[in-house]
């Protein structure tokens, strides 16, 4: 039986005061004043915001380097993406990281920092096998009432270009994967057509969906938004597919841009951005007033890709305002709607959200508004899951 | 007569750890293990990092709103830099902010993040007069002893399209600017030769420096970087022009690059950049293995402009870091010595630095290594200024 929570004095999006039954894992009831009973556990919002849970909805919770001494990043040049994946790979052999003890930290770090949904790409690959995707699986058992948690089984190392990994992958997704995943079908794997076509044959053959890792630039990765959009549409996969990074949308002409835009919203298919320190990235908020579906997340933490990422969702919104030149108020909170219900709505979870019959996934935060969340970043004073309370004053409690 | 501390057990820039005699205002010694006295006062720093005071070479700390409700920008289109301009002092017109006040507060803040040497850019305008500058003057006077301050004239709304400006900035001079500030001779002046011909003569004529706000485009603001270095040499005043901001270096061809990298060496001219979200900025490791003079600052913060700046200059290096695509621990690293050693050149400081007998300007904080503590951003465990405690765990003692 799920203790009741009677939280006073919050204001839901910076709005007025109020008062939330939290009863059976749910938003029960919110009104101005709520008359506290002996059977509720009061809890006094002393007049800070309220937000959804906040959901990170790319995440790699199986590469930290959380409670092991600060990694210094040398990675080898010439630093493309390839020698990152060569440069991981050997550090995770040489340091024998366990998945199972890695992800459970960053799980307690994303909690205690509000975030109440995670959609995490898990490595397989001919070297480790299944190793890393069984430990997140314990992670996820782990933290089931704690945490909503999605799997993609993702070929971090390339499909086709190393034999036996197709297999593997389609294991993973018997074994409980909620997501077939992919990686740059023609720069990567060297042969686009026969990349997408294998993840799109497995998400079909066992009913999951697909979210695929898309780093490849201009005209090249927007073909690859072509063919994704087509396999969407022939297999009726329209609202299961997201695609990641997808640098390529901030690359192509305007009237090339308008076409793909057509091409996602036709087929529902989702954009994961979580920007990028150099470079173009999708223009989030063009995309965001066409009606794409729009996500965001961590990418890895605190591991030997780079120092910049971390778990905060706040932060996520607030680097990506930074890099979109996103000053306004409005536009923040735009920012902060596809961190929040972008992102529920991707992990198809339909009982989300700041109104009554919800589930009580929130977090209560200082600030005036919104913004002033997303800028100063203050510790999180509640983050409550499924009606419990896992985390107070930044730390979490389970 | 100034306290003696011995400061037990901190790692200079994550080095070995060492104990330090900080007496006179100075760094007196400096060794693996000093044993203590009854003069002294002890300070243990519990093997955290120990880094030089950090130096913010480009602030605007009479504009901030701190102290005030959140600020909901609602900057009007089409928000080119005059709309914000004209923003802002409709903004401070109406809210009677006082500059004396709102300096105050921000460089208490400054402090209590560790920052020893800001150099502030203060609007003069033909609407305020010197109302902000006296008001920053003030505030100078007030923290003389726990902070190194130096003021530039800043013409904001522009000069020669304002008569009677240029007298103002000459008063301020008179009255104790360090440096006369410039603004866009082309874009905004609509005459970059007589514009830097009126800035250079007022530094030649009371033996100033200058520093030039530039935020022209490509070969526009390239050529006025040669208008600039034309001048110093001509007047003799290598080494006393900075310019602030130049993303038209980022702009240009390689070639052309090269020829004004050139002309910045031979006229040692030094470049602030605090980057930018979107667009283009100093290729700043570049520039740094060639050996031009780099500083880096906070711009405004918390002001109408808008909201990601603020006032700890390891959030600085963290945002330079991740825009410059600099990943590598070596890398951060040079941007914390943009932050340190480099703002303390520009701002003419020969007595700084982590030596014996250089002016004991010290920041203790947790991490094992200096990028650690610029990804971290921990709370400041002690500050120091000419050796006095000006800041302890995060918070200003002044």
Redesign the interface.
């Known amino acids: 039986m799920n203790e009741k929570y009677l939280l006073h004095n919050v204001r839901p999006m910076g709005g007025a005061a109020v008062d939330l039954l939290i009863a059976d894992g749910c938003i029960a009831q919110m009104a101005p004043l709520i008359t506290p009973d002996a059977t509720m556990t009061l809890i006094d919002g002393q007049h800070q915001l309220l937000l959804p849970g906040l959901v990170n909805a790319h995440a790699h919770i199986d590469k930290n380097l959380f409670g092991h ?2 990694h ?4 080898p040049e010439p ?1 493309r993406i390839v020698d990152y994946v060569d440069n991981e790979r050997r550090v995770r052999r040489e340091s024998n990281l366990s998945a199972r003890t890695q992800s459970a930290r960053e799980v307690r770090l994303a909690l205690a920092a509000g975030v109440t949904h995670i959609r995490t790409h898990v490595d397989i690959d001919t070297e480790a096998g299944l190793a890393h995707f069984e430990g997140v699986l314990a992670t996820r058992d782990e933290f089931h009432a704690s945490l909503t948690m999605q799997l993609v089984a993702f070929p971090q190392s390339g499909m086709l270009i190393r034999p036996g990994t197709v297999d593997l992958l389609e294991t993973a997704v018997k074994l409980g994967a909620d997501c077939i995943g992919g990686l740059d079908p023609s720069t990567v794997d060297r042969d686009p057509v026969r990349h997408l076509d294998t993840i799109f044959a497995i998400a079909d053959r066992h009913g999951v969906e697909l979210d695929i890792h898309l780093h490849e630039p201009g005209t090249l990765g927007a073909f690859a938004v072509e063919l994704i959009a087509e396999r969407t549409r022939v297999l009726g996969l329209q609202g299961r597919v997201t695609i990641s990074h997808v640098f390529c949308l901030g690359m192509i002409d305007d009237a090339y841009l308008n076409r793909l835009i057509d091409l996602l919203l036709e087929n529902r298919i989702a954009i994961m951005s979580l920007g990028t ?2 470079g173009a990235f999708p223009p989030l908020k063009r995309l965001y007033v066409a009606g794409v579906t729009l996500c965001t997340g961590s990418d890895g933490v605190r591991d030997t ?4 990422n971390n778990v905060d969702m706040l932060d996520r919104v ?2 990506l ?5 996103l ?4 536009e ?1 909170e735009l920012l902060l709607d596809i961190a929040t219900h972008g992102g529920a709505k991707v992990m198809g979870d339909a009982q989300y959200g700041l109104a009554v019959g919800c589930r009580a996934d929130l977090v209560v935060v200082p ?3 919104p ?2 969340a ?2 100063n970043l203050p510790s999180r004073t509640y983050v409550f899951k499924a009606g419990q309370l896992v985390a107070r004053d930044g730390r979490s409690l389970v």
Chains 1, 2 share one sequence.
């Not at 210094?72 to 990675?75: D, H, L, R």
């Not at 890709?305 to 910049?308: C, K, M, T």
């Not at 305002?321 to 030149?325: C, E, F, N, T, V």
């Open positions: 001494p600060w210094k990043n040398q990675t630093r320190g150099v890709w780079g120092p910049y607030k680097m305002g930074y890099r979109s030149g000053r306004r108020d409005e923040v600030g005036d508004t913004t002033e997303v800028i």
